[in-house]
């Protein structure tokens, strides 16, 4: 799937006149106001600017994981976070499309993390857990994947794009690592860029229809994806080939491989007449 429509990007909300200015002090905390006691005992904490930064936006990824960003307003963050407008724009004073950004940045660390993988064992494991991993990720983020991947969001700019755009590089080249091949060939990296965007389009209509099958069936179903890429861009790529030839040597015969491999010789049966 590809990101990218040509919706032009919500303007950033306007910063009434006694925001402006709090949003142009330095990002501190503020002192406390002269509230009566009993308002301020257990609701206003100090906190570090990094700490309060990072509060406003984990509570900015809780609303946008469930909902489109141009359904989320400065006050919902506020209010989730337990803190003010004022406050949210001291720290952002671009207004929402700076949160959103920054949200979205956070997100995509998280998601890159998601393909991180120690580089031993048989690939098919590897790509397994991986996979858990994204689709965990998908399914605790759902409204807001489906936002972000499927371009249906007022809040997306180039920026937005490039982010998106970053994990998919950032996780192609993970795989290649998985692949041990320091210089992968033009058909190898288009075929894992492929099922990239083959992992991402499935995840969202995984989400279209209500979470069926179950992650473990899709994630199976994935890594067999993979498996039957990898075969077919050997099949006329020498290079591939032996990529492949060396990741099947470590795959167990009760694994997914061979697990693929028997399920698929019945049905090859069918096509002998073609050899």
């Known amino acids: 799937m590809t990101t990218g429509s040509g919706t032009a990007p919500a303007p950033p909300e306007a910063t009434p006149p006694a925001e402006a200015s709090a949003a142009a002090r330095p990002a501190a905390e503020p002192p406390a106001t002269a509230s009566p006691p009993a308002a301020r005992r257990g609701s206003y904490r100090r906190l570090s600017v990094e700490a309060r930064r990072a509060e406003l936006l984990t509570a900015a990824l809780g609303l946008f994981a469930h909902r489109a960003p141009e359904d989320v307003s400065l006050d919902d963050v506020a209010s989730a976070a337990g803190a003010s407008r004022p406050l949210v724009y001291r720290y952002f004073p671009g207004g929402k499309q700076q949160l959103y950004e920054a949200a979205l940045r956070s997100a995509a660390d998280e998601l ?79 075929m894992v860029r492929t099922w990239i965007t083959a992992v991402e389009a499935a995840s969202l209509i995984w989400l279209d229809e209500e979470k069926r099958p179950s992650p473990a069936e899709l994630r199976d179903w994935l890594v067999d994806q993979f498996v039957a890429m990898l075969t077919a861009t050997a099949a006329t790529d020498p290079p591939t080939a032996r990529v492949m030839r060396a990741a099947l040597r470590m795959e167990p015969a009760e694994g997914p491989v061979g697990r693929l491999a028997r399920r698929v010789v019945p049905a090859l049966d069918e096509a002998s007449h073609l050899l």
């Open 112 to 190: 890159e993390r998601c393909f991180e993988e120690p580089r031993s064992g048989p690939l098919s494991a590897r790509l397994s857990r991986v996979l858990d991993r994204y689709l965990a990720f998908v399914d605790e983020h759902d409204a807001g994947f489906s936002a972000l991947l499927q371009s249906g969001s007022v809040a997306e700019t180039s920026r937005t794009n490039a982010i998106v755009d970053e994990v998919r590089r950032a996780a192609a080249e993970e795989i290649l690592l998985h692949l041990a091949v320091k210089e992968p060939g033009a058909r190898l990296r288009m």
